[in-house]
T-cell receptor, first 114, second 109 residues
Framework: GAGVSQSPRYKVAKRGQDVALRCDPISGHVSLFWYQQALGQGPEFLTYFQNEAQLDKSGLPSDRFFAERPEGSVSTLKIQRTQQEDSAVYLC????????????FGPGTRLTVT | RKEVEQDPGPFNVPEGATVAFNCTYSNSASQSFFWYRQDCRKEPKLLMSVYSSGNEDGRFTAQLNRASQYISLLIRDSKLSDSATYLCVVNLSTGKLIFGQGTTLQVKP
């Protein structure tokens, strides 16, 4: 069956540009998570949705980062005025309802800010 | 101090060796625990959950010590295909996962 998909897989942005990263979770998965993974590090939590409600955005590094999931399925992570330190892999994960449900990760979007 | 700490390695071992990874976590309110595996330039995938009673899945054994806030993973009879980064992961009560830096394993022929 289809897993979590993300697009684009690779994105190169010039410093100061805005970018939008898309996540298509597994059908029927209620929970959706975004993580940021810098080179050589483990993923770091950014934000969490249950259906369309953003229940936790404590990991967003600045107000340049914004995430939405308006219809409770597809989610978009937007980064405004990108900076070099935003260069990382952005991973999306989805899970069935329940905090202990296994999270399934998408392949990630590798963002490079030049 | 990081919430989940692991030795990044790399661990270079010959095929057939037994190798052990450890990690410690700082938040005593942590609810559940996992080991994830991540291959180079791929997404993390769940390897196994970790329980206080210890659990085994084939050549892999995981153990949790809540009193010491310590998690371990033992791999017996290492295969070349075990080469990857192993991420120690803690789930807080909110559901968000806290990852360690990862430990890199390289199994040599």
């Amino acid at each position: 069956g289809a897993g979590v998909s993300q697009s684009p897989r690779y994105k190169v942005a010039k410093r100061g540009q805005d970018v939008a990263l898309r996540c298509d979770p597994i059908s029927g998965h209620v929970s959706l998570f975004w993580y940021q993974q810098a080179l050589g590090q483990g993923p770091e939590f950014l934000t969490y949705f249950q259906n369309e409600a953003q229940l936790d955005k404590s990991g967003l590094p600045s107000d340049r980062f914004f995430a939405e999931r308006p219809e409770g399925s597809v989610s978009t992570l937007k980064i405004q005025r990108t900076q070099q330190e935003d260069s990382a892999v952005y991973l999306c994960a989805s899970s069935l309802v329940g905090r202990d449900s296994e999270q399934y990760f998408g392949p990630g979007t590798r963002l490079t800010v030049t | 101090r990081k919430e989940v700490e692991q030795d990044p390695g790399p661990f270079n071992v010959p095929e057939g060796a037994t190798v052990a990874f450890n990690c410690t976590y700082s938040n005593s309110a942590s609810q559940s625990f996992f080991w994830y595996r991540q291959d180079c330039r791929k997404e993390p995938k769940l390897l196994m959950s970790v329980y206080s009673s210890g659990n085994e899945d084939g050549r892999f054994t995981a153990q949790l010590n809540r009193a010491s806030q310590y998690i371990s993973l033992l791999i017996r009879d290492s295969k070349l295909s075990d080469s990857a980064t192993y991420l120690c992961v803690v789930n807080l009560s909110t559901g968000k996962l806290i990852f360690g830096q990862g430990t890199t394993l390289q199994v040599k022929p």
